[in-house]
């Protein structure tokens, strides 16, 4: 199941520990394009390949693995600078092991997090959609554009609500050249 999750091509052509590999090699061995293999060589993500008298990069046989872990590394939601973290741990003789558990947990604790803003403001959206729909039209004055959004939540946008408390009831005290709401929370018709 996680492997179907990462979605990784595991190719079976690889060739002797000790081979070198040019870039288009390694590209067809590790699913990357040429162009990702330079990028992550330049960002200390994969080390410099030896060059040939032509100029060509070749890279040790090591690096297929390597640029394995970095994809998988990217698919559970881990930044470029923390993989080069881990590689660096790596390759300087110690299992990264406790570090990638400690960013994975820093991970999950952020999309937890993440997941409880979304539910919030799915909360918050179902409460507009609901009092929106009980709006009559005719009640929108052209200042308001659309009262099915309340002004109101200009200033919420601007200081986050931590109180838990969701959407705030717009204001319904009539606006100038409007008549008064009736009893609803958004002026609803009577």
Do not use: W
């Not at 070198?20 to 390694?26: F, P, T």
């Not at 993989?83 to 990638?100: K, W």
Request: some cysteine.
């Amino acid at each position: 199941m996680l492997a179907e999750m990462l979605n990784l091509r595991v190719h079976s052509k690889v060739k002797d520990a000790g081979a070198e590999l040019r870039i288009g090699e390694l590209a067809a061995q590790s699913g990357l394009a040429a162009t990702a293999l330079r990028y992550y060589e330049q960002a200390g993500l994969l080390t410099a390949p030896r060059r040939t008298q032509a100029g060509y990069r070749v890279y040790d046989a090591s690096a297929v693995p390597r640029l394995m872990f970095i994809r998988a590394a990217q698919a559970v939601g881990l930044s470029l600078a923390e993989i080069r973290e881990i590689l660096r741990l790596r390759d300087s003789g110690t299992a990264p092991c406790s570090h990638v558990v400690e960013l994975i947990q820093r991970h999950r604790a952020e999309v937890l997090a993440r997941i409880s803003e979304l539910q919030r403001l799915e909360r918050d959206l179902a409460q507009l959609a609901e009092q929106g729909a009980r709006l009559n039209p005719a009640d929108c004055a052209p200042a308001d554009i659309c009262r099915v959004i309340p002004l109101e939540l200009a200033h919420e946008a601007a200081t986050p609500d931590t109180s838990g408390a969701g959407v705030r009831q717009p204001n319904t005290s009539p606006q100038p050249g409007t008549r008064p709401a009736a009893s609803g929370s958004f002026g609803e018709a009577p």
